[in-house]
């Protein structure tokens, strides 16, 4: 797993979100972007962290910041998942794991005594300029939005 670090030039990348539409790195060219990947839809980790980043989103917006969130669950489970909790934000149904793979965020997880592969949660702040400004490897999902605040 060879993750995006501090530093790091965002390679391009195109992925559908949950109504099909194509999302480009270069739709956000000239913004601040925040990425978030998390592992599945639809379960409590991730419904916590997504609602945070939904209940903040205003002042996210404020700071100058567009959020894309991303998992490898299909197109209908990110629009479920979307609409059931009205995320103003995209959700990029990666199940090719082109994006996961260029952040480097798929990978071997330990979880309850079991290793298997999977989605690691991590946020990246991008600058304008398609530079990795911060990772936050150890996201707080309750608490996400301070986080990319601070």
């Given at each position: ?64 910041f567009e959020l894309l969130g991303v998992s490898a669950d299909s197109q209908k489970k ?18 090719d794991h082109t994006v996961l793979n260029i952040f480097g965020v798929w990978g071997p ?10 989605i690691h949660r991590t946020t990246f702040v991008i600058d304008e300029k398609g530079v ?19």
């Amino acid at each position: 797993m060879n993750t995006l670090k501090v530093g790091d030039k965002v390679p391009e990348f195109s992925s559908i979100d949950q109504d099909g539409n194509t999302i480009n790195l270069t739709d956000y060219q000239g913004k601040k972007l925040v990425v978030f990947f998390y592992p599945r839809a639809n379960t409590p980790g991730c419904i916590l962290e997504a609602c945070n980043l939904r209940d903040n989103y205003e002042e996210l917006q404020k700071q100058g910041f567009e959020l894309l969130g991303v998992s490898a669950d299909s197109q209908k489970k990110q629009s479920n998942f979307k609409n059931k909790y009205n995320f103003q934000f995209p959700l990029l149904a990666d199940e090719d794991h082109t994006v996961l793979n260029i952040f480097g965020v798929w990978g071997p997880k330990k979880f309850m005594g079991r290793e298997f592969d999977g989605i690691h949660r991590t946020t990246f702040v991008i600058d304008e300029k398609g530079v990795v400004e911060n990772v936050i490897a150890k996201v707080k999902t309750k608490d996400h939005a301070q986080q990319i605040l601070m």
